[in-house]
């Protein structure tokens, strides 16, 4: 069993930053994939970012493609989402999300999660 915990959330005003933080608690965490995914209130929860296990690979959703960077440090057993100028649609709670597989972009594949952590963006 994997517990990640998500921190680093908060208010900012647009064009700011803010860097998310998922902490694992597995000491293979340099096995599994890793994603951060968004949901916004009355909506589904939507792909951000995915990186596989060793951190040479990555993928964005085209919303956040070139404002966003996702990474990881496996020594840690932590990932990372570094979010910048960022815009009020950007306003959801993230979450982070772990699989033994490749990365993917659905939800449906990870088998790991955490709960949560809001990010607000005013403009």
């Known amino acids: 069993q994997v517990q990640l915990i998500e921190s680093g959330g908060g208010l900012v005003q647009a064009g700011g930053s803010l860097r998310l933080s998922c902490a694992a608690s597995?000491?293979?965490?340099?096995?599994?994939?890793m994603a951060w995914f968004r949901q916004a209130p009355g909506t589904e929860r939507e792909f951000v970012a995915a990186?596989?296990?060793?951190?040479?690979?990555?993928n964005y959703a085209d919303s956040v493609q070139g404002r966003f960077t996702i990474s990881r440090d496996n020594a840690k057993n932590a990932g990372y989402l570094q979010m910048n100028s960022l815009k009020p649609e950007d306003t959801a709670v993230y979450y982070c999300?772990?699989?033994?597989?490749?990365?993917?972009?659905?939800?449906?594949?990870?088998?790991?999660w955490g709960q949560g952590t809001q990010v607000t963006v005013s403009s």
């Open positions: 990186i596989n296990w060793g951190g040479s690979n990555t």
């Open positions: 999300a772990a699989r033994r597989e490749t990365r993917s972009n659905s939800p449906k594949d990870y088998n790991y």
């Open positions: 597995t000491r293979t965490f340099s096995r599994y994939a």
